[in-house]
């Protein structure tokens, strides 16, 4: 087992854990905050706008059983790379698009992500390659927060859910398991 992480913001963190969670060779999803100016901010201070930092997800994966590649095929997949600073009605820079690789080598993978998404959207890409920085997870209430608050939550059943089942049924063959019906 060859362990890496990728760093990945694609609007509200609830919505991009819950779909990497089923992934097959993610090993672990955690809810954060990255690329911004305030040392350990929390979610208010993130949802304010004034920090900087975008919510974003830390993935642990074996490289062996799915590429980096194929965890950014997704990521442009689940989320509109083409609107800046938001995800529907999530509005800011906090929900914005930005892949913040680990390595040189993800820099590259990245940047060539983008120009294939390019090419895939009507629109232009606005998903943003932004240098490595602090890493502050999440409050423990945000972390698996659809798994155990989706039924309950009407943004998750709204919002959250649609993304899930769209993921499911144009990503079977990377399903971890047969999603409950």
């Not at 913040?100 to 120009?115: D, M």
């Not at 798994?147 to 990377?174: H, I, T, W």
Request: glycine content about 6%; proline content about 6%; some cysteine.
């Amino acid at each position: 087992m060859t362990t890496e992480q990728a760093t990945l913001a694609g609007g509200c963190f609830w919505c991009t854990e819950a779909v990497y969670n089923d992934v097959v060779g993610v090993t672990n999803v955690e809810s954060g905050y990255i690329g911004g100016e305030t040392t350990n901010p929390d979610y208010r201070s993130v949802c304010s706008g004034n920090t900087g930092h975008a919510e974003a997800v830390r993935l642990t994966f074996d490289s062996d059983q799915i590429s980096y590649a194929d965890l950014l095929d997704i990521f442009f997949h689940i989320h509109d790379p083409t609107q800046l600073n938001r995800q529907g009605n999530d509005v800011g820079t906090q929900y914005r698009s930005a892949i913040f690789p680990h390595s040189p080598e993800q820099e590259q993978l990245a940047q060539q992500a983008i120009k294939a998404a390019d090419s895939e959207w009507p629109d232009p890409i606005v998903t943003t390659i932004e240098p490595f920085s602090e890493w502050y997870p999440a409050e423990k209430y945000h972390q698996d927060y659809f798994e155990r608050e989706g039924s309950r939550n009407p943004y998750c059943m709204a919002v959250v859910a649609p993304k899930l089942q769209k993921f499911r049924r144009s990503y079977q063959d990377r399903l971890k398991k047969a999603p409950a019906t």
